[in-house]
C-alpha cells in the first residue's frame, strides 16, 4: 500500500516573485505539518521558476519540486495536470494544496478526477483533525449564506485556498531547504488546447485587490455620474472603487469592479458599501475586511447586519457630507 | 453542431439572507415553503452559452439535470428559452452525492447521449460553490476542457474561448469535442419566450434511471461519495452595526468621520 506523507502546495510565480497567495499557502501549510510533524513540499512550475526556490524555502518549504520548461509557459489544463499528476504519483503528499485562483481553480478539480481523489475549493479554513488526522476544510456555501466543513476520504486530500485568508510567514533566508529538479519530459500531442491571446485588463491607479481602503457602490447609486462622486472620496482616502454586482451589469463601471464570490475577494482595513444592499454573495467577497461601513437609506437592508457602523439616510446627501469632513479631517 | 447542456435545480440564491435556513440535524439547508427553486444561475449562462451558438450555427441542444423533486416547471426553463431536449436522471439512487458522483452520473449519460460536439456546464453551482463537475464530466470522458468562458465562438471542428483570468483573459482555441464551463461575463441569459414557453409545456422529459446509463450503483448518489460533509452552519457575526446619527442625514455623515478617527480607522 501507498503511504501517503507530507504536505505539498501548489507554488504560483507572479512578475518574477512568488505569487502572495503561494506565501500565504506555505504558511497554513507550514501550520498543517507541525500538527502532523510532517514536512512541506513546494511544487514550482513554469518556464521561468528556477530563482524562485530558495524564496519559497523563506517563506516555509522544506523541499522544493522544480519544473521549468518553455513549454510551461502559458497555463494550459493537459500540461499542467500531467506534471503535476507525475510529481504527485511520486510523492505521495497526504495533503495538497493549491491556491483558489485562475490556475487552481481549473487545475486542482481535474487534477483530482485524475487521481481518483476529490478537492474541497475555495476553502477559507484548513486545520488537522486531532483525532482522525484527516484535514478538515471550511468553506463558504449558498453563496457565502452558509459555511460547511468536509473531509475526504482518500488520498491526498485536496484544497484550493480562497486567496487573503492565510497568513504568510516572516520570510527567513537562513531556513535551509532541498531543492529537487524534475524534467518537465512533455508530449506535445497531449496538449489539446492553444493559448492564441492574453488580454490584460490593467486598472488605473490603486489595484482594488490591495487598497487599504475600499469605496463600493451598488444599484443604488445609480448612474456613471454617481460612481464620480465614490471616486473622489477614494483617491482622498488613497483607495480604490469597487461596486456591487449591478453596477458592472449596467455598464457604469468596468466588470473587474465587482467584489463577490464572482468578483474579487479582498480584505482591505477599510470597507465602505453606499447603496449596496448586502447579498450573501456580495458581503462573501469583502467580509475579510477589518472594518465595513454602510451607508443605505433602508434601515431595514440586510447590510446592517453584517457591519461596525451604518448611517441610515441617502446616499447623495451622506456621501458629499461625509467625503467633506474627511477633507476637513486630512487638511488639520 | 450537437450540444449539451448540464443544468441543475438549487435553492433560489437571491432569496433574502435572512429567509435562508439550515436544519442541523440533517446537515442541510431547508427551503421555505414560499420559495420555489430556480435553474441554478451558472447553469443559465451555460444554456445561453449554447443558445447563441445554436443562433450563429444552428445545432441541436440536449439539457441534463440530476436531482430529485425536480419540478417541470423549473427544469424546463432552457427549454423555453429555446433548447432542444431534456433528459431527467431522477432516482433516489442519483441523490445525496458529491461533485464525484454528480460527474459520474452526467459523464455516463453524455455517454449514452453519444453524438455530441460540445459540453457546457456552469462554472459552479450556486448551491455548494464546487465549480468541479464540468471538469470532472471531461476527465471521465478524456476529453479536454476549458474553463471560465466569457465568449465562445465556433468555427469549423474547433472553438475559440476566451477565459476570464485573475487580470484580464486569455483567448483559448480547442479542437472538438470538448467541454466548456460558463462564467456569469458572458452576459445576462434570455428570457423564455411565450412560444418557448408553449412548446416546453408540450414536450415531455425523458427520464433515465441508472440502469439505463450502465452506471455501478456503488458510484453513484451517497454510495459514490469520496468526500463526507461533518457540519453546515451559518456563521454568526460578532457585534453589532452601530447606526450613527444626527440632525440631518450631513450631520449623520460628519459624525460617523468622526467616530472613525476616535476608532483610529481613519
Ligand atoms: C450566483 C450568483 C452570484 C453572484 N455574485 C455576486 C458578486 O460576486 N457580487 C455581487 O455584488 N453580487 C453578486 N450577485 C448578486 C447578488 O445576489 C445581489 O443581487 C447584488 O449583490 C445586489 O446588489 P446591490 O446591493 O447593489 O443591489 P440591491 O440589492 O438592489 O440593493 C440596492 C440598495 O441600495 C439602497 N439604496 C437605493 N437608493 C439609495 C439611496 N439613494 N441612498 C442610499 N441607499 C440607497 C437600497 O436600500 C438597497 O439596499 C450574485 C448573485 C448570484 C445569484
Ligand atoms: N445535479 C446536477 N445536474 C446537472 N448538472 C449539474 C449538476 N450538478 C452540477 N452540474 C453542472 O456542473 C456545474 C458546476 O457544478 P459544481 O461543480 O457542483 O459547482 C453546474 O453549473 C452545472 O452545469
Same mark, same amino acid.
Given at each position: 500500500?501507498?503511504?501517503y506523507k507530507g504536505v505539498a502546495i501548489f507554488g504560483e510565480a507572479k512578475e518574477g516573485k512568488l505569487a502572495v497567495i503561494t506565501t500565504e499557502l506555505l504558511g497554513c501549510g507550514r501550520k498543517l505539518c507541525s500538527d502532523l510533524g510532517q514536512e512541506l513540499y513546494c511544487l514550482l512550475i513554469g518556464s521561468d521558476v528556477s530563482n524562485l526556490t530558495q524564496e519559497a524555502i523563506a517563506f516555509g518549504a522544506d523541499k522544493v519540486y522544480v519544473v521549468s520548461d518553455?513549454?510551461l509557459?502559458?497555463y494550459?489544463?493537459?500540461s499542467y495536470v500531467t506534471v503535476v499528476e507525475r510529481i504527485v504519483r511520486q510523492l505521495t503528499p497526504q495533503i495538497l494544496i493549491f491556491g483558489h485562483t485562475?490556475i487552481g481553480?481549473?487545475l486542482a478539480?481535474?487534477l483530482?478526477?485524475?487521481l481518483?481523489?476529490?478537492v474541497?475549493?475555495?476553502c477559507?479554513?484548513l &486545520?488537522i ?6 484535514l ?19 488520498y491526498p486530500q485536496m484544497a484550493t485556498v480562497r486567496v487573503?485568508v492565510m497568513s504568510p510567514l516572516q520570510r527567513d533566508d537562513s531556513r535551509q531547504g532541498e531543492v529537487v529538479i524534475i524534467e518537465a ?24 485587490? /490591495? ?43 468596468? &466588470? ?12 482591505? /482595513? ?43 439616510? /441617502? ?18 | ?7 441543475? =435545480? ?121 465549480? =468541479? ?16 468562458? =466569457? ?116
Amino acid at each position: 500500500m501507498t503511504e501517503y506523507k507530507g504536505v505539498a502546495i501548489f507554488g504560483e510565480a507572479k512578475e518574477g516573485k512568488l505569487a502572495v497567495i503561494t506565501t500565504e499557502l506555505l504558511g497554513c501549510g507550514r501550520k498543517l505539518c507541525s500538527d502532523l510533524g510532517q514536512e512541506l513540499y513546494c511544487l514550482l512550475i513554469g518556464s521561468d521558476v528556477s530563482n524562485l526556490t530558495q524564496e519559497a524555502i523563506a517563506f516555509g518549504a522544506d523541499k522544493v519540486y522544480v519544473v521549468s520548461d518553455p513549454l510551461l509557459e502559458d497555463y494550459q489544463t493537459d500540461s499542467y495536470v500531467t506534471v503535476v499528476e507525475r510529481i504527485v504519483r511520486q510523492l505521495t503528499p497526504q495533503i495538497l494544496i493549491f491556491g483558489h485562483t485562475s490556475i487552481g481553480r481549473d487545475l486542482a478539480p481535474r487534477l483530482a478526477f485524475r487521481l481518483d481523489t476529490a478537492v474541497s475549493t475555495d476553502c477559507v479554513e484548513l &486545520s488537522i483533525d486531532p483525532n482522525s488526522k484527516l484535514l478538515l476544510q471550511t468553506k463558504p456555501v449558498y453563496g457565502g449564506n452558509a459555511q460547511a466543513i468536509f473531509t475526504i476520504d482518500t488520498y491526498p486530500q485536496m484544497a484550493t485556498v480562497r486567496v487573503k485568508v492565510m497568513s504568510p510567514l516572516q520570510r527567513d533566508d537562513s531556513r535551509q531547504g532541498e531543492v529537487v529538479i524534475i524534467e518537465a519530459d512533455l508530449d506535445l500531442q497531449t496538449i489539446r488546447t492553444k493559448v492564441l491571446e492574453k488580454v490584460v485588463e490593467e486598472e488605473e491607479g490603486i489595484k482594488l485587490e /490591495d487598497a487599504a481602503v475600499v469605496v463600493s457602490g451598488g444599484r443604488g447609486i445609480g448612474s456613471v455620474e454617481g460612481f464620480k462622486q465614490l471616486e473622489e472620496l477614494a483617491k482622498l482616502l488613497k483607495g480604490a472603487v469597487g461596486a456591487s454586482r449591478p453596477p458592472c451589469d449596467n455598464g457604469w463601471v468596468p &466588470s473587474g469592479y465587482q467584489v463577490g464570490l464572482t468578483g474579487k475577494i479582498i480584505a482591505p /482595513d477599510l470597507y465602505i458599501a453606499v447603496a449596496i444592499s448586502g447579498s450573501s454573495q456580495h458581503m462573501t467577497g469583502c467580509s475579510g475586511a477589518k472594518t465595513i461601513v454602510a451607508i443605505n437609506k433602508d434601515p431595514e437592508a440586510n447590510i446592517f447586519q453584517e457591519v461596525q457602523f451604518g448611517v441610515v439616510g /441617502d446616499w447623495q446627501k451622506v456621501l458629499p457630507a461625509f467625503t467633506s469632513k474627511v477633507k476637513e479631517i486630512i487638511a488639520e | 453542431m450537437n450540444m449539451i447542456v448540464c443544468v441543475k =435545480q438549487v435553492i433560489d440564491p437571491e432569496s433574502p439572507p435572512a429567509s435562508f435556513r439550515i436544519d442541523p440535524a440533517k446537515n442541510e439547508a431547508t427551503l421555505p415553503a414560499s420559495v420555489s427553486p430556480v435553474i441554478d444561475p451558472y447553469s443559465e449562462y451555460a444554456v445561453e452559452a449554447a443558445l447563441r451558438i445554436k443562433d450563429a450555427r444552428g445545432g441541436k441542444i440536449t439539457v441534463i439535470s440530476l436531482g430529485k423533486n425536480l419540478l417541470r416547471d423549473v427544469v424546463k426553463k432552457p427549454l423555453s428559452m429555446g433548447a432542444d431536449e431534456l433528459i431527467l436522471l431522477e432516482d433516489e439512487a442519483f441523490t445525496e452525492g458529491d461533485s464525484w458522483s454528480t460527474a459520474y452520473a452526467l459523464a455516463m449519460a453524455i455517454k449514452k447521449v453519444a453524438d455530441y460536439d460540445l459540453i457546457f456546464c456552469g462554472r459552479q453551482t450556486s448551491d455548494w460553490d464546487a465549480g =468541479q463537475v464540468g471538469s470532472g464530466i471531461a476527465e471521465i470522458l478524456g476529453l479536454p476542457s476549458v474553463t471560465l468562458a =466569457q465568449k465562445i465562438e465556433a468555427t469549423d471542428g474547433k472553438v475559440r474561448v476566451e477565459r476570464v483570468v485573475d487580470d484580464g483573459y486569455e483567448v483559448v482555441e480547442v479542437s472538438l469535442p470538448t467541454l466548456i464551463t460558463v462564467s456569469n461575463e458572458l452576459g445576462e441569459p434570455r428570457y423564455p419566450t411565450i412560444k418557448g414557453i408553449m412548446a416546453a409545456k408540450k414536450k415531455e422529459p425523458v427520464i433515465w434511471k441508472p440502469a439505463d446509463i450502465e452506471v455501478e450503483s456503488s458510484q453513484i448518489g451517497a454510495a459514490g461519495r469520496r468526500t463526507r460533509l461533518l457540519k453546515l452552519f451559518q456563521p454568526v457575526h460578532e457585534g453589532e452595526c452601530e447606526i450613527v446619527g444626527g440632525d440631518s442625514p450631513e450631520e449623520a455623515a460628519a459624525n460617523l468621520v468622526l467616530k472613525l478617527r476616535e476608532a483610529k480607522i481613519l
